[in-house]
């Protein structure tokens, strides 16, 4: 599986240095392998260069995407195996029992619908593609024979035969549960707490009040009900997914081209989320990232345009309250009629039991019940854009990877159904655009914030909005677009996108650092998408000194700290881990003392840290004097029994760490084999460089980066933490991972002079007729110039 150089593991100190990249390759031996392979037509060739990115150049389209999907197994079949098996719900087979209600789960929110269908509303030729990809998987595995990665090894299990359809399998994540989650919090709140508090502690962005609905009894109906949906622990994923993505145009370059940057923002994974590749065929030539187990490139560019994205945080999901028949608990009201629930029964296979485990799904006409209540004759039915046609995450990417100029790029992302995204644009003539995509259902009588009832009809769907009626900008004045998860509702627009939006705090700092600006270089984007400065901290700090804060002599030394300080999150800097610990404190104290103690438990899982910063200006100016300086006091304490005693020598890094750590490793000498360890990190959730997770950590940031020259393709950049290979004995396993921290990049090489130059490994595959020798059913056949193969398929 690739190269099997060791890697750097373990827990060491996080500031481990890495080899240059040119000694890197100068050590690096040379491997040149042949492998006869049946189903492709012609040869396909892979250059890996010294960065673990493969190129492949092939005749044909087939023939590339085999390529792809091959190389992709190469460098991460467990990872793609799980992929697989966490949609098609069938985890509990080889992981066991634990994973029974998340199998039952990703059964029940399986499309349901009609695969032609499905398959018509993809790109233009993603079956034949789709189909290309997953015979090139099943040809690895074939080729792996006995000898797969270690992970099957320990848990004793083999991959499954791939099949196109697996590649249509829905992405339900967190990312998509956060809509029916906010609506389950409003719920919650309102019945509680009362709409107007609601409105206080969880305000809507743009300002709306929820359409509360008298048939709805919002009680009971807790967000505790979507635990089942909770994979993180699975796909390590998040409910925040979040992006900076922005381009400038030639005006405001240095070379009189456009720029582009975009670092999704993702959870820090081992192996990572993202796998970079390059595809070079007739009328094919893109390079970039996606993800390993789907064909194409999600983000990159072609040889005219570039694209990259943020989540646009569509409302793409509704809750309806269906009322059951006390007579018949499978029977539901659809107006003055009972009408008979649709009944799947599955069977799930599960290690270490000899009978399967059944499961009864059921679904009415808004989709799949998520929660019942016998008792109360109540259930809740999920609707969301999954269920329709074409709505398999990031396939629409194909499209986009042969788009030639805006036009055709607009065209490509009307098939862009999930999920919704800011795409942002740039194209060798100079033209910068952005523009919302995604499915966004119409509600005429609603706004989506609350469950609704799902009997009375005056709740449903009616159709789509079209793109011409997203959020869009071409070319605009100021010569730049940028997106970070802010509210993109232009003001007055009729159309409702959604109503929980990132804080402004990271395209404020973008558009801050662009605005104005001529002569931006490549170097300029690299400390842009790396930068660190906190404009949420300069706020509470110029706040405390506005206040003039009276100090006592213990926490005089913590306030010059503060005042003295340059508002960068750096991982070396200690008035950012006091500020950290600080902003923790004063959330826990305005709780404590400005929420009453009957609204407190509901406020607390559901206010957050922006809107404390908001609701301080409706305080006093004596109450927010001794809020702040009490909780800095605190803060001391706290920051003391952690760092220590002298507040100079704490280290934001020494709290902030991303932790790189394999599912599997599950005791010493495993942990020994997988884990990479920990590496200290600067920023936080609401700088440029996004970094955050629970207890000061860090486990969600941007472990891919990109930053896109025009006007030189292989002066383009990337980094993908912690590297490109999922294999702990490959060099690649771990070897982006130092840079990543210093924040700094790889070449993303595209010309194949370029790509010549730094290649470490030639892979051709050939056709088996091609072979020099008769093949019948042997497993194995050498290259005649006498290569040692390994793993050759026939």
């Given at each position: 599986?690739?190269?099997?150089?060791?890697?750097?593991?373990?827990?060491?100190?996080?500031?481990?240095?890495?080899?240059?990249?040119?000694?890197?390759?100068?050590?690096?031996?040379?491997?040149?392998?042949?492998?006869?392979?049946?189903?492709?037509?012609?040869?396909?060739?892979?250059?890996?260069?010294?960065?673990?990115?493969?190129?492949?150049?092939?005749?044909?389209?087939?023939?590339?995407?085999?390529?792809?999907?091959?190389?992709?197994?190469?460098?991460?079949?467990?990872?793609?195996?799980?992929?697989?098996?966490?949609?098609?719900?069938?985890?509990?087979?080889?992981?066991?029992?634990?994973?029974?209600?998340?199998?039952?789960?990703?059964?029940?929110?399986?499309?349901?619908?009609?695969?032609?269908?499905?398959?018509?509303?993809?790109?233009?030729?993603?079956?034949?593609?789709?189909?290309?990809?997953?015979?090139?998987?099943?040809?690895?595995?074939?080729?792996?024979?006995?000898?797969?990665?270690?992970?099957?090894?320990?848990?004793?299990?083999?991959?499954?035969?791939?099949?196109?359809?697996?590649?249509?399998?829905?992405?339900?994540?967190?990312?998509?549960?956060?809509?029916?989650?906010?609506?389950?919090?409003?719920?919650?709140?309102?019945?509680?707490?009362?709409?107007?508090?609601?409105?206080?502690?969880?305000?809507?962005?743009?300002?709306?009040?929820?359409?509360?609905?008298?048939?709805?009894?919002?009680?009971?109906?807790?967000?505790?009900?979507?635990?089942?949906?909770?994979?993180?622990?699975?796909?390590?994923?998040?409910?925040?997914?979040?992006?900076?993505?922005?381009?400038?145009?030639?005006?405001?370059?240095?070379?009189?081209?456009?720029?582009?940057?975009?670092?999704?923002?993702?959870?820090?994974?081992?192996?990572?989320?993202?796998?970079?590749?390059?595809?070079?065929?007739?009328?094919?030539?893109?390079?970039?990232?996606?993800?390993?187990?789907?064909?194409?490139?999600?983000?990159?560019?072609?040889?005219?345009?570039?694209?990259?994205?943020?989540?646009?945080?569509?409302?793409?999901?509704?809750?309806?309250?269906?009322?059951?028949?006390?007579?018949?608990?499978?029977?539901?009201?659809?107006?003055?009629?009972?009408?008979?629930?649709?009944?799947?029964?599955?069977?799930?296979?599960?290690?270490?039991?000899?009978?399967?485990?059944?499961?009864?799904?059921?679904?009415?006409?808004?989709?799949?019940?998520?929660?019942?209540?016998?008792?109360?004759?109540?259930?809740?039915?999920?609707?969301?854009?999954?269920?329709?046609?074409?709505?398999?995450?990031?396939?629409?990417?194909?499209?986009?990877?042969?788009?030639?100029?805006?036009?055709?790029?607009?065209?490509?992302?009307?098939?862009?159904?999930?999920?919704?995204?800011?795409?942002?644009?740039?194209?060798?003539?100079?033209?910068?655009?952005?523009?919302?995509?995604?499915?966004?259902?119409?509600?005429?009588?609603?706004?989506?914030?609350?469950?609704?009832?799902?009997?009375?009809?005056?709740?449903?769907?009616?159709?789509?909005?079209?793109?011409?009626?997203?959020?869009?900008?071409?070319?605009?004045?100021?010569?730049?677009?940028?997106?970070?998860?802010?509210?993109?509702?232009?003001?007055?627009?009729?159309?409702?996108?959604?109503?929980?939006?990132?804080?402004?705090?990271?395209?404020?700092?973008?558009?801050?650092?662009?605005?104005?600006?001529?002569?931006?270089?490549?170097?300029?984007?690299?400390?842009?998408?790396?930068?660190?400065?906190?404009?949420?901290?300069?706020?509470?700090?110029?706040?405390?000194?506005?206040?003039?804060?009276?100090?006592?002599?213990?926490?005089?030394?913590?306030?010059?700290?503060?005042?003295?300080?340059?508002?960068?999150?750096?991982?070396?800097?200690?008035?950012?881990?006091?500020?950290?610990?600080?902003?923790?404190?004063?959330?826990?104290?305005?709780?404590?003392?400005?929420?009453?103690?009957?609204?407190?438990?509901?406020?607390?899982?559901?206010?957050?840290?922006?809107?404390?910063?908001?609701?301080?200006?409706?305080?006093?100016?004596?109450?927010?004097?001794?809020?702040?300086?009490?909780?800095?006091?605190?803060?001391?304490?706290?920051?003391?029994?952690?760092?220590?005693?002298?507040?100079?020598?704490?280290?934001?890094?020494?709290?902030?760490?991303?932790?790189?750590?394999?599912?599997?490793?599950?005791?010493?000498?495993?942990?020994?084999?997988?884990?990479?360890?920990?590496?200290?990190?600067?920023?936080?959730?609401?700088?440029?460089?996004?970094?955050?997770?629970?207890?000061y950590g860090c486990n969600y940031g941007p472990s891919y980066r990109q930053i896109i020259d025009l006007a030189d393709w292989d002066r383009s950049l990337f980094i993908n933490a912690p590297g490109q290979s999922g294999d702990p004995r490959s060099r690649h396993y771990g070897d982006h991972l130092c840079l990543w921290q210093r924040k700094e990049y790889v070449p993303l090489l595209y010309s194949r002079a370029a790509v010549e130059r730094h290649t470490i490994q030639r892979l051709t595959l050939r056709p088996v007729c091609d072979s020099p020798h008769e093949v019948k059913n042997s497993s194995?056949?050498?290259?005649?110039?006498?290569?040692?193969?390994?793993?050759?398929?026939?």
């Amino acid at each position: 599986m690739g190269s099997e150089e060791p890697h750097p593991t373990g827990n060491g100190p996080q500031t481990r240095e890495s080899e240059p990249a040119s000694s890197r390759a100068e050590a690096s031996r040379w491997t040149e392998e042949v492998l006869y392979i049946h189903g492709i037509q012609a040869p396909v060739e892979v250059l890996r260069d010294e960065w673990g990115v493969p190129h492949i150049y092939a005749t044909c389209t087939e023939d590339l995407f085999f390529g792809q999907g091959f190389v992709a197994a190469q460098d991460r079949l467990y990872q793609m195996e799980m992929w697989r098996r966490t949609r098609t719900g069938e985890l509990s087979e080889v992981l066991g029992s634990s994973h029974i209600e998340h199998d039952r789960v990703a059964r029940l929110m399986k499309y349901r619908g009609d695969i032609e269908a499905d398959w018509s509303s993809c790109s233009q030729g993603a079956r034949l593609i789709v189909d290309s990809f997953t015979r090139g998987i099943n040809g690895c595995i074939d080729t792996c024979g006995d000898n797969l990665p270690i992970e099957f090894q320990l848990l004793g299990f083999k991959p499954k035969t791939w099949q196109p359809e697996h590649c249509l399998l829905r992405q339900f994540s967190p990312t998509i549960t956060f809509n029916a989650a906010q609506e389950l919090a409003r719920a919650d709140m309102i019945s509680q707490i009362g709409l107007e508090d609601t409105l206080k502690y969880m305000p809507t962005d743009p300002p709306r009040s929820p359409t509360v609905v008298p048939e709805v009894d919002l009680s009971k109906i807790s967000p505790a009900i979507l635990s089942p949906f909770d994979f993180s622990r699975t796909l390590n994923m998040s409910d925040h997914d979040g992006s900076n993505c922005w381009a400038v145009a030639g005006e405001l370059s240095s070379t009189g081209k456009p720029l582009l940057a975009s670092d999704p923002h993702r959870p820090l994974m081992l192996p990572s989320l993202r796998y970079v590749c390059h595809l070079i065929a007739p009328q094919w030539n893109v390079i970039g990232a996606g993800e390993p187990s789907l064909p194409g490139i999600a983000l990159g560019h072609n040889d005219r345009i570039a694209f990259g994205f943020t989540v646009a945080q569509f409302d793409q999901t509704d809750l309806y309250v269906e009322t059951l028949s006390k007579d018949d608990a499978q029977q539901y009201r659809v107006g003055d009629d009972w009408v008979k629930m649709s009944v799947a029964r599955e069977a799930i296979s599960v290690k270490g039991r000899n009978e399967a485990v059944e499961v009864v799904l059921k679904f009415t006409r808004h989709g799949p019940i998520i929660w019942e209540n016998i008792e109360s004759n109540r259930a809740l039915a999920l609707r969301w854009t999954g269920e329709e046609a074409g709505a398999a995450a990031y396939l629409g990417c194909l499209g986009v990877d042969q788009a030639h100029d805006w036009a055709s790029f607009c065209s490509a992302i009307r098939r862009w159904r999930m999920p919704s995204e800011n795409m942002i644009y740039a194209d060798v003539d100079n033209n910068i655009g952005w523009i919302a995509v995604g499915l966004l259902p119409i509600r005429q009588n609603w706004d989506g914030l609350l469950p609704v009832p799902g009997s009375v009809g005056r709740f449903e769907w009616s159709g789509f909005r079209g793109i011409e009626e997203m959020p869009q900008e071409f070319n605009p004045p100021r010569r730049y677009v940028a997106s970070a998860n802010h509210n993109i509702v232009p003001t007055g627009s009729p159309v409702d996108i959604g109503f929980d939006w990132k804080a402004s705090y990271r395209i404020d700092r973008i558009r801050q650092v662009l605005e104005g600006r001529t002569s931006i270089t490549v170097e300029d984007f690299k400390l842009l998408q790396t930068d660190e400065f906190s404009l949420r901290a300069r706020r509470l700090v110029t706040l405390m000194r506005d206040l003039q804060c009276p100090t006592s002599q213990p926490i005089q030394h913590a306030v010059a700290i503060l005042n003295a300080w340059d508002f960068v999150l750096a991982q070396n800097s200690a008035p950012a881990a006091l500020f950290e610990i600080w902003l923790s404190r004063i959330r826990s104290l305005f709780l404590e003392r400005h929420v009453n103690e009957f609204q407190r438990n509901v406020a607390r899982k559901y206010l957050q840290t922006e809107t404390i910063v908001q609701l301080l200006q409706t305080l006093s100016a004596d109450d927010v004097r001794t809020l702040l300086m009490d909780a800095l006091t605190s803060a001391v304490q706290e920051g003391s029994a952690r760092l220590g005693p002298d507040m100079s020598r704490w280290r934001w890094g020494a709290l902030h760490k991303a932790r790189f750590y394999h599912s599997i490793a599950s005791d010493s000498n495993q942990a020994d084999t997988f884990d990479i360890g920990d590496f200290e990190c600067g920023g936080d959730e609401e700088t440029v460089n996004s970094t955050r997770g629970p207890d000061y950590g860090c486990n969600y940031g941007p472990s891919y980066r990109q930053i896109i020259d025009l006007a030189d393709w292989d002066r383009s950049l990337f980094i993908n933490a912690p590297g490109q290979s999922g294999d702990p004995r490959s060099r690649h396993y771990g070897d982006h991972l130092c840079l990543w921290q210093r924040k700094e990049y790889v070449p993303l090489l595209y010309s194949r002079a370029a790509v010549e130059r730094h290649t470490i490994q030639r892979l051709t595959l050939r056709p088996v007729c091609d072979s020099p020798h008769e093949v019948k059913n042997s497993s194995a056949v050498r290259d005649a110039s006498g290569v040692e193969l390994t793993g050759t398929q026939t």
